[in-house]
């Protein structure tokens, strides 16, 4: 069973940055991809980024070139690495880790992120 666990969330003024933190106990980087996706209020579900269990790396277009994910092999963690932050990255951010060979999924509780001056 993989336990999933977002933490890095918080109140940030435009235009400042954040790092969200994704760790899956109980996955390994070879056979879990993981990914981080929003919902901000009134919206539905937006995919962010993703890092498969082969390295490759997807962001969205929405947040290219602000966002980037990582993965830490040792610790076991995948960050979400977010500068320039502005109002309507405002969301609940949630990690999503999926077994590659059996695409079982598991979901963190979410981290909420809040952009404002």
């Known amino acids: 069973q993989v336990q999933v666990a977002e933490s890095g969330g918080g109140l940030v003024h435009p235009g400042g940055s954040l790092r969200l933190s994704c760790a899956a106990s109980?996955?390994?980087?070879?056979?879990?991809?993981v990914g981080w996706y929003r919902r901000a209020p009134g919206k539905q579900r937006e995919f962010i980024a993703i890092?498969?269990?082969?390295?490759?790396?997807m962001v969205a277009p929405s947040v290219e070139g602000r966002f980037t994910i990582s993965r830490d092999n040792v610790e076991n963690t995948v960050s979400l690495q977010m500068i320039d932050l502005k109002p309507e990255d405002t969301a609940v951010y949630y990690c999503?880790?999926?077994?590659?060979?059996?695409?079982?999924?598991?979901w963190g509780q979410g981290t909420q992120v809040t952009v404002s001056s």
């Open positions: 109980g996955s390994r980087a070879d056979t879990h991809s």
């Open positions: 999503h880790v999926v077994n590659d060979y059996t695409l079982r999924e598991f």
């Open positions: 890092i498969t269990s082969s390295g490759n790396q």
